[in-house]
């Protein structure tokens, strides 16, 4: 199994709202990210867990709050979110350590939609 | 932040010619480099990683990287309209995978 696995695939949401997105995992990978990708832009690195401790938050907004459960889970929680946020969320996995650290294995994706 | 540099294209080859894409990097102290393809509407995939001056050859693919000059490049050998794609330059900089903007490669039958 080689999957990066995202949920929801889709997601509409307001700007009162309060949701997650999941991304599961079970390539025994011990670093796990998020990255933001908006239309003809490259994907912009949100958040890096190693060994399901927070270690990369780049000056992310709080209102995307990151959340490593266990080694195979990565949640990422939405909560008054603004229509600029809208774009699709991607979650990846590598290997730790050295060189390794850069060959990512990304789900499909969660596409956002903030109304 | 250091930069990785591409041109954004669109870049058009004609079926069965050799692509060329490029890509240049600020930091010196990068050490390793990727190449990611992105169908529209898809999540990046990798496709070639390089970490020492000289090319890597897989199947169709070359990988060139020129430490000294701070350059790295993809070469995609008889080019099939599948390969037609947004191909992503990234360098590892200090734990942190820095993407170029994108090189958008169309390849006509």
């Known amino acids: 199994d080689t999957e990066v696995t995202q949920t929801p695939k889709h997601l509409v949401m307001g700007m009162t709202n309060k949701k997650s997105l999941k991304c599961e995992q079970h390539?025994?990978?011990?670093?796990m990210y998020w990255y933001k990708q908006k239309a003809k832009k490259p994907p912009e690195l949100m958040f890096v867990y190693s060994y399901e401790k927070l270690s990369i938050n780049e000056s992310v907004p709080s209102r995307f709050s990151p959340e490593c459960p266990n080694s195979s889970l990565l949640n990422l929680h939405l909560h008054a979110l603004q229509p600029e946020d809208s774009a699709l969320y991607l979650c990846?996995?590598?290997?730790?350590?050295?060189?390794?650290?850069?060959?990512?294995?990304f789900g499909e994706g969660s596409r956002l939609t903030v109304l | 932040q250091k930069e990785v540099e591409q041109n954004s294209g669109p870049l058009s080859v004609p079926e069965g010619a050799i692509a060329s894409l490029n890509c240049t990097y600020s930091d010196r102290g990068s050490q390793s480099f990727f190449w990611y393809r992105q169908y529209s509407g898809k999540s990046p995939e990798l496709i070639m990683s390089?970490?020492?001056?000289g090319d890597k050859e897989d199947g169709r693919f070359t990988a060139q990287l020129n430490k000294a000059s701070q350059y790295v490049s993809l070469l995609i050998r008889d080019s099939q309209p599948s390969d037609s794609a947004t191909y992503l330059c990234?360098?590892?900089?200090?734990?942190?995978?820095?993407f170029g903007q994108g090189t958008e490669l169309s390849v006509k039958p």
């Open positions: 390539m025994g990978h011990r670093a």
């Open positions: 390089i970490y020492s001056n």
């Open positions: 990234a360098a590892n900089q200090g734990g942190k995978l820095i």
């Open positions: 990846a996995s590598s290997p730790l350590g050295g060189a390794n650290t850069g060959e990512l294995f």
